[in-house]
Each structure stands twice: as structure tokens, then as C-alpha cells.
């Protein structure tokens, strides 16, 4: 019988709820029940808590508090910046379609925006990567253009968790065109510092649940002055640019969680576990994907040779280990990682990847765990695939 588990190490998939997050949310799962539009007192309680936790987003990445905008999720804040912009364009040009340029790297939220552009006419392209995972300012000014309208470049990668160098792409597109530029800055949030005047984007995408909120509640940051398209029409909440009613309780956690990953970085504490992981897994013959490019400091995307992912990461799920993969279940297949692809990873090197990403909760005693059962793991698969040899 399968056992529960006990060392979650997908923190990249999702974080733990913290108590901060989930204190805040509590009075709004009950007594304070308005709707945050009605003008009466429970109403008001409510506004009051959607303006607190706009305000504390804000200040996690050093924006103002109406740039803000509340979604459900990453996955609506990359569709809409996407889609939002190319949308705004049409409208204003309904003869022409603009192009847009895209990371080889970037989540599907992203690419399967992009996609859905070009059926309608917009000219897509993809940038390129290196073999650590890192596009170049280069390759972006290889693919700009006049009519370029937006440019999406992912902050962290959420698959091997290179730190893109946003503010020399920043830098080569607002000077050779008039492009916006939108990063997902998912994985980002709470891991490495973030100050959106710095990086010198235009919009940005964060999800509450992968910095110890809840999920279903997002942010798409818009600097002042930038005009999408809304998606979502029929009333007026979030002044005008996305209509429905706001997940309250959601938000005030997402909120708390901002505040709490402002005032208590953890960087050094993620790094150092990080190193401590990957010694261990060199020392097992694994390759870490992406190791000389700069990283976040919670993922780690390892390859075993000879090895299946998949295999891992159920004998360890089998141990109480919570580990991913980084392939992607599409229409019921295993396919390789696009991301290891991009990087000119083969399909049997991606196919033996697991990604480990830590989170605040994890100890150097789990690592040691981990690490010890994944020396079971590889040796009974080696075993394994010797007898089949060998037969």
C-alpha cells in the first residue's frame, strides 16, 4: 500500500499554505462574506481587504498598488498579457497583425497563447536558448522588428530554474523598437529579488500559490500607461479590466503571502540546500541540466543515464517522496520536456530527468533522505537494465 507523503520536494508544482496565508484568509471564509462591490459595511470589509493585499503585491516587487490587477491564477495572467496585447492592437489596426516574440523555454500558459495568436493571423516567432537554458539579448535583437508588439521572456524557468537576463533583453527592445515586454515571473516571486523598475518590463506574471498562498488567485502587473485588451467582460471590478467577482478570502491570502516573501527572503537557506542536493546527486553520476547558467535556488533538474524519470519518481512516491519530472502529460503520452529539448537536450536525456525543487519547509535531513533512496532506486534499475541485457 502506497504510504503518504512525508517529503514534499515539488515546491516548484506548488507550496504549502502558509500560516500567514492562511490566518488572513480565515475572517473571509466566514463572517466577512460581502461581496467586495456592494456598499454596505460587510461589502466595504471586503474592499478594504482586496486594496490591503494589492497593496502588499505591490510592495513584493516594487510596483504601485493600481498597477496591480487580481487574476485566478499564472495560467490567466500570461493568456491575458498575451492576448491582451495583440487584442489591443487589432483593434486599433484591423488590417494588419503584429508579431510577437516568445522564449523556446516558456511555460504553456505562454507558448499555447503565442499558438493561439498565430491561428488568427499574428506573426509568432520563437527565440532560441543555449545549452545551459539562458536566451541571449542577441537573439532577441535578431528577431525584432518594426511591427513588433510584444516581447515574453520568463523570469526564472520553471523547469531547470535558469534566471533569464531580463534587463539586457529590456534594454535591447526598447531601443531598437517600440514592443512592450512581458515576463512570468512565476517562480520568481520570493526566491530571488524582484523590482519591475529594474528589470525594465512592461508587464509581469506571478501565481499566490507558489510563494505559500493559496491557490486560484494571480497577478498581471501593468505598468502605468500600458493598455490591454480585458478578457473577461460584464462588470466593472478591478476598474474596469476584469470583470467578475474577486475570490476574496483567495486574494487576502495571496496578500499575506506577498508580505511574507518580501520581509523574509530565503535565498540563502534554498541555496544552500540546493548545493548540498547536487553534490549528492554528482556524486551518483547524475548531470545537473542547466548548472553553469545563473539559477533560482530551489530547482534542481537532474538526468540519471540509462534511467527512466518516471520510474524514479514513482519508487520514490512509493517511499513518501513528492519529486517531478519535468515532462509534460500530453493527450495521455509521456512526451520529453520542450524546455530539455530546447536546450539540445536528447529525448533519452530528457526522459530521465527529475526536477527537485525545495521550499521553505525542507530540511538537509530530507535531502539526505532523498538522496539515499535514490541510490537504492538507480541501483536496482541498473541492476534491472544489465538482466535485460544480458537476456
Known sequence: MQQATRVYLDNAATTPLSDCARGAMQ????????????????????????????????????????EIVWTSGGTESDNWALLGVALRALAGNRETRGHI????????????AAAT??????????????????????????????????VSVMLVNNEVGTIQPLQEIARVVKEDSDALIHTDAVQAAGKIELDVVNLGVDLLSLSGHKFGGPKGAGI????????????????GQERGRRAGTENVAAIAGVGAAAQEAKVRPNNGVLSELREHLEAGLRAMGATINGE????????TNAHFADQRAESLALGLDLQGFAVGTGSAC?????????????????????????RISLGN???????????????????????????????
Open 27 to 66: 475572517p473571509y471564509l466566514s463572517e466577512v462574506y460581502g461581496n467586495a462591490s456592494s456598499p454596505y459595511a460587510v461589502g466595504r470589509s471586503a474592499r478594504m481587504a482586496i486594496d490591503k493585499a494589492r497593496q502588499s503585491a505591490a510592495n513584493l516587487i516594487g510596483a504601485h498598488a493600481d
Open 101 to 112: 516574440i516568445v522564449s523556446a523555454i516558456e511555460h504553456h500558459a505562454v507558448l499555447e
Open 117 to 150: 495568436l498565430r491561428e488568427i493571423g499574428f506573426d509568432i516567432d520563437t527565440a532560441r536558448v543555449d545549452g545551459q537554458g539562458v536566451v541571449h539579448p542577441e537573439e532577441i535583437a535578431r528577431l525584432l522588428r518594426p511591427e513588433t508588439l510584444l
Open 220 to 235: 498581471l502587473w501593468a505598468r502605468r500607461g500600458v493598455k490591454i485588451h480585458p478578457l473577461l467582460r460584464g462588470g
Open 292 to 299: 553553469q547558467a545563473a539559477r533560482a535556488p530551489h530547482i
Open 330 to 354: 500530453a493527450s495521455g503520452a509521456i512526451e520529453p520536456s520542450h524546455v530539455l529539448a530546447a536546450m539540445g537536450k536528447s529525448k533519452e536525456e530528457a526522459r530521465a530527468a527529475l
Open 361 to 391: 519547509q525542507n530540511t538537509r535531513d530530507e535531502i539526505d533522505e532523498l538522496l539515499a533512496a535514490l541510490t537504492v532506486l538507480t541501483k536496482k534499475q541498473d541492476a534491472r537494465i544489465r538482466q535485460d541485457k544480458a537476456g
